[in-house]
């Protein structure tokens, strides 16, 4: 599978999930994660848990304008509080 996810043996018979490659919250935005463990047993005995994990937003896409500069004019003795450009 292409899961952005690896098992990682740690100490002691412990095991870690680890990302093995970049996560982007604009193409996957959460994963529903399954993880067995089974014994050596026979037959053996297996447990399984469940968990979604959420990816987090990062501010990875900057505003940009579509001009480099804009122009535009007020009329004198306009009110306070007029728009006087936007930009969208």
């Not at 919250?25 to 469940?50: C, F, K, W």
């Amino acid at each position: 599978e292409n899961l952005p996810f690896k098992l990682e043996k740690s100490i002691d018979g412990y095991y870690r999930l680890v990302t093995h490659r970049t996560l982007d919250r604009e193409q996957v935005s959460s994963y529903n994660i399954t993880v067995t463990a089974t014994d050596g047993g026979n037959p053996p005995l297996l447990t399984e848990t469940h968990f979604t994990l959420q990816v987090a937003d990062i501010n990875d896409n900057p505003p940009t304008f579509s001009h480099i500069s804009y122009f535009t004019y007020i009329l004198e003795n306009n009110p306070r509080g007029a728009s006087i450009f936007s930009v969208t």
